[in-house]
């Protein structure tokens, strides 16, 4: 059977819907994801519903099959170690290499992937914080807050942030946020939620409620 990008990029779209939602994924959910109109993604589901990856009732919504499901952890898999590969193998910043996961993922072959993997030593996790599934589909899940949700003197570990665009990895470099440092939330402003942090028990500044929101941290 074969897969086009597209549909791979469906069947991904559905399983991180899906995990966020925790039920049956409507189509207006995927539209919105894939940015597009309800009609081209209702062909696109009898698509993938002919294909028995995805089980598809008109106004119930969708659920990924086991197939389904094996095929989009594939592709987070291969997604995220492509990532770890072009950050720590060939320099690129950690806003840089998104786009080009995307193209990477549809490589085909999976000793490319597993080679890939045994290169790198098996991350488990990519250069944004989020678990790299193992080859047999395994993640690893770790408690994690919002930076957003911390009471005033309390401080974690960020070790994940919550929104991948460019614009705003950019801005956490500027303000010397990354993974693995230590934030701790001093105060919060009632007017907007607006908190007060201080970074690696040195820098202060102020974040937004949105910026807040989006840092994932292990507390400590
Ligand atoms: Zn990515």
């Known amino acids: 059977m074969t897969i086009t990008t597209a549909e791979e990029n469906y069947l991904k779209a559905i399983f991180k819907i899906a995990e966020k939602e925790d039920k049956a994924v409507l189509t207006n959910s995927i539209a919105a994801a894939m940015n597009t109109a309800a009609a081209s993604v209702t062909d696109m589901l009898k698509r993938l519903a002919e294909k028995q990856l995805i089980k598809y009732e008109k106004y119930r919504g969708v659920e990924l099959t086991e197939d389904g499901n094996r095929l989009a952890t594939t592709l987070i898999r291969k997604h995220r170690l492509w990532e770890v590969f072009l950050v720590e193998k060939l320099g690129f910043a950690w806003d840089e290499v998104h786009d080009l996961a995307e193209q990477l993922e549809h490589v085909q072959g999976e000793p490319l992937i597993d080679r890939l993997d045994n290169f790198l ?11 790299i599934p193992d080859a047999q589909g395994r993640w690893t899940f770790r408690q994690q807050v919002r ?6 003197g309390e401080k974690g570990i960020l070790t994940g942030v919550d929104d991948h665009a460019t614009p705003f990895l950019q801005y956490l470099d500027q303000i ?4 693995g440092i230590e934030i701790q939330l001093l ?9 007060q942090v201080r970074i690696s028990g040195k ?7 949105k910026v807040a929101q ?7």
Do not use: M
């Open 187 to 195: 105060d919060r402003t009632e007017y907007d939620q607006s908190v």
């Open 121 to 131: 030593g098996h991350p488990r996790f990519d250069p944004h914080g989020d678990p």
């Open 176 to 179: 010397g946020v990354a993974l």
């Open 203 to 209: 820098t202060e500044v102020t974040l937004s409620e």
């Open 147 to 152: 930076v957003s949700l911390l009471q005033p």
């Open 214 to 220: 989006n840092l994932l941290v292990i507390k400590g």
